[in-house]
């Protein structure tokens, strides 16, 4: 029988590759892992290989209140507020959401929070947005496709009308079908950290995550297949999605480390479903 987790472990119970809950995440980002997690991302490194991507994307999309629903540590928040944007920073994780507050703090920015759950989002957050991002690769996160579903649908629904949802994933095409390999160039950027599949099947991805002080942290997450994201969007209602590798329009499948797909919920009539790659 397992113990009730503290603050300073993760608990995975005896079989660990079993775990396949949408709601164990709040338990896996412990206060020892959440103090880490920017050693891992290099606020600095990062920004430089995202570019501008993010940024171009939503200003092309008139973009002008964002909603940061995977908030985590503040990285993405903290540039969108640096940039101009009117952003709400959300998480379900209240140890990420506290990190992110001091983060911006550091940074010279009073970060607007909520603790929020994506499933019942429009219950604690009651405004709409021009955009969405879910980034980070947190969707992942969801193991049920009825939570995936209904995460879906509460974006859609706390977008305006001509409003875009940008979420991205790991390149779990590639990592099922021919192994795990990482640039690591665009996302986890920091030096003697690493991010490595510790197991691997069709239900669960589970990632092991070392510092330089021999710690050693893991998050399970389900391993979503590129179509099948674009298909969820796609039967929630939006109407055009768009996806890119590595920040790139054009990419061979199994080259990108990430995939980010931007989703628009204006309805285009003269326009069809685009697949880039």
């Known amino acids: 029988m397992s113990t009730t987790p503290t603050k300073q472990e993760q608990d995975f119970g005896s079989n660990p590759i079993e775990v396949r809950e949408s709601d ?4 896996e980002y412990i206060e020892g892992f959440v103090d880490k997690w920017d050693d891992l991302i290099d606020w600095d490194a990062r920004a430089q290989s995202e570019g501008d991507f993010f940024l171009r994307v939503l200003a092309e999309h008139g973009a002008e209140r964002v909603l940061d629903v995977a908030t985590g540590t503040g990285f993405h928040s903290v540039r969108l507020i640096e940039a101009g944007f009117d952003v709400t920073s ?3 994780s209240q140890e990420m959401l506290t990190k992110a507050f001091e983060n911006g703090r550091k940074r010279g920015h009073l970060i607007r929070t909520v603790h929020a759950d994506w499933r019942w989002a429009n219950k604690d957050i009651k405004d709409t947005y021009d955009a969405i991002v879910c980034l980070g690769n947190s969707f992942t996160h969801l193991f049920e496709e009825r939570d995936r579903r209904k995460a879906l649908a509460e974006f859609y629904a706390l977008l305006k009308h001509d409003g875009i949802l940008i979420l991205d994933q790991r390149n779990y095409d590639s990592i099922l079908d021919n192994g795990f390999s990482s640039k690591h160039t665009y996302y986890y950027c920091g030096e003697n950290v690493s ?6 099947d069709e239900g669960l991805a589970r990632f092991k995550y070392s510092f330089p002080d021999k710690s050693t942290y ?3 997450m389900y391993p979503l297949r590129k179509d099948y994201v674009r298909r969820l969007m796609s039967e929630v209602a939006f109407q055009r999605i768009d996806t890119y590798g590595d920040f790139k329009e054009t990419y061979q499948v199994d080259d990108p480390d990430f995939f980010i797909h931007v989703a628009s919920k204006e309805y285009l009539a003269d326009d069809k479903e685009e697949y880039h790659g």
């Open 90 to 92: 959300a998480d379900g």
């Open 218 to 220: 893991y998050l399970n």
């Open 24 to 27: 164990h995440y709040q338990q």
């Open 195 to 200: 991010a490595e599949p510790d197991y691997v």
